[in-house]
């Protein structure tokens, strides 16, 4: 079944301890993408990957990073997580670009306190 | 710089009732325009899209026109069900761009 998965689903941590959050996808797609989720707020880009080590900003990259060693995966890793980046993160996929149709991972909700 | 507005939700609506969701943007060209939709506990997916002027984006009994004389992209269901109830979200993405703009997102409630 073709997929974008993500783990964990939901994680508490504190305020200042690393954590990573794994995103993978076995559609042979080239290009993934970050996303966070707040009410009122929409959906907004933290990330993208056009390929294999070629990472770049999104709107709102602050406080966070990626990095893409194999096409499948696209780890996201807060190395120093705060409370304003409590958010619901999704990790999406697609062919070659942002403009074509985006397959999203389940979610994970992350609550820093 | 690119935008998308989508009216406020919620929206509650009884069962069979005529669903309009409005949309509209803002870009320079030609952006392709999207509605993706969020069930419960969901991850998006694509329900439609429309990537030039005057095309209609289809699927699941769900239609939305591309308007650029008055840059809109609204979302139309003539009988709405109650498994339709989810947030529905209208995005954008230009050509050569890498990422979609999206909106705010419009919560749907489909009451028996």
């Known amino acids: 079944e073709a997929q974008v998965t993500q783990n964990p689903r939901y994680l508490i941590t504190v305020t200042g301890k690393k954590l990573t959050v794994t995103c993978s996808q076995n559609?042979?797609?080239?290009?993934m993408s970050w996303y966070r989720q707040d009410p009122g707020l929409g959906l907004r880009q933290i990330y993208y990957?056009?390929?294999?080590?070629?990472?770049d900003k999104g709107d709102v990259p602050e406080g966070y990073k990626v990095s893409r060693k194999e096409k499948r995966n696209f780890p996201l890793i807060l190395e120093s997580p705060s409370p304003n980046q409590t958010s619901l993160y999704f990790c999406?996929?697609?062919?070659?670009?942002?403009?074509?149709?985006?397959?999203f991972g389940p979610g994970t909700r992350l609550t820093v306190t | 710089g690119d935008s998308v507005t989508q009216m406020e939700g919620p929206v509650t609506l009884s069962e069979e009732a005529f669903l309009t969701i409005n949309c509209t943007y803002t870009?320079?060209?030609?952006?392709?325009l999207f509605w993706y939709v969020q069930y419960p506990g969901e991850g998006l997916q694509l329900l439609l899209k429309?990537?030039?002027?005057?095309d209609k984006g289809s699927n699941k009994g769900f239609e939305a026109t591309y308007r650029k004389e008055t840059t809109s992209f609204h979302l139309e269901k003539g009988s709405v069900q109650v498994s339709d109830s989810a947030v529905y979200f209208c995005a954008l993405s230009k050509t050569g761009a890498n990422n979609l703009f999206f909106g705010t997102g419009t919560r749907l409630t489909v009451i028996p």
């Open positions: 999406a996929s697609s062919l070659t670009g942002g403009r074509y149709e985006q397959y």
């Open positions: 559609m042979n797609h080239e290009y």
């Open positions: 990957s056009m390929n294999v080590e070629v990472t």
């Open positions: 429309a990537t030039k002027a005057d």
């Open positions: 870009a320079t060209g030609y952006p392709s």
